[in-house]
């Protein structure tokens, strides 16, 4: 299964550079925020998911590998990992690769990075895949994200994914705090398809010169997301952080 989920653009972003102004004095995680306290630069945050708001537990080739030794599986990581990279940035045929439950694209994926055909090796990585455990929220980002929705800001995920997102959001606790969950398996369109951010944009009834999107693929996220007006700040790039994402969202001072 893979992890590295659509690799949203690695180029100059450019930000509205506002000078963080204080907003309270307190630490941002016990930060009490009233809706219209302070002021705003965007009025929805979008995020992509696997890669930005989801990252892995273990390394895929890690996690290949070790399920693979149960099944004759004897490539070792640093190939898999290759083996992975290639699979998943090849063509594919199809107008999505994640289709309902994305396994047909899923199983070429493993099938490559490991040479395994099984079809109980296939399941076991899938499921595995396909529960929260496998996965982590980045530090801070179940704060950021309460702190933001109390203070006004429209909340959505915008994911090329299949259809095991929303359960991984449930099991990670934060489905909830979501206005808008934009899956490109459900809505037909996937990153960098600007229909896609459109989607988002009329779920949550924020006009695109309000909205930011955070994402980690130059192609999928950045070019999609400017297609439509929507500002793309670069996960691991842009901005690195929860709090950081909290504090220029909110215009406010640690």
């Not at 590295?4 to 204080?22: D, Q, Y």
């Not at 006009?207 to 192609?219: F, M, V, Y």
């Amino acid at each position: 299964m893979g992890t590295t989920l659509m690799r949203c653009s690695h180029a100059n972003i450019l930000f509205r550079a506002l000078k963080p102004k204080p907003c309270n004095s307190l630490p941002l995680s016990s930060m009490p925020i009233n809706k219209g306290t302070c002021e705003k630069t965007y009025d929805a945050l979008l995020l992509d998911a696997g890669g930005t708001l989801l990252q892995l537990s273990k390394p895929v080739e890690e996690t290949y590998a070790a399920i693979g030794s149960k099944y004759g599986v004897t490539v070792d990581p640093a190939a898999i990992k290759q083996g992975f990279k290639r699979a998943f940035a090849a063509p594919w045929p199809e107008k999505l690769r994640y289709q309902g439950d994305g396994r047909p694209f899923w199983k070429l994926v493993v099938s490559e990075a490991t040479g395994c055909g099984d079809e109980d090796y296939f399941e076991e990585v899938y499921e595995y895949y396909a529960k929260g455990d496998a996965w982590h929220l980045p530090d801070r980002a179940f704060e950021t994200i309460t702190v933001l929705k109390d203070a006004g800001v429209k909340m959505a995920v915008v994911s090329n994914f299949d259809y095991r997102l929303r359960k991984l959001l449930k099991d990670l606790n934060v489905l909830n705090l979501f206005d808008a969950v934009i899956i490109s398996s459900e809505v037909g369109y996937e990153k960098p398809d600007p229909r896609i951010f459109q989607a988002a944009l009329d779920q949550v009834n924020v006009e695109a010169c309000k909205a930011l999107h955070i994402g980690d693929d130059q192609k999928a996220d950045k070019m999609g997301a400017n297609a439509v007006g929507i500002d793309c700040w670069l996960w691991g790039i842009d901005v690195k952080t929860f709090s950081d994402i909290q504090i220029r969202i909110l215009n406010s001072g640690a």
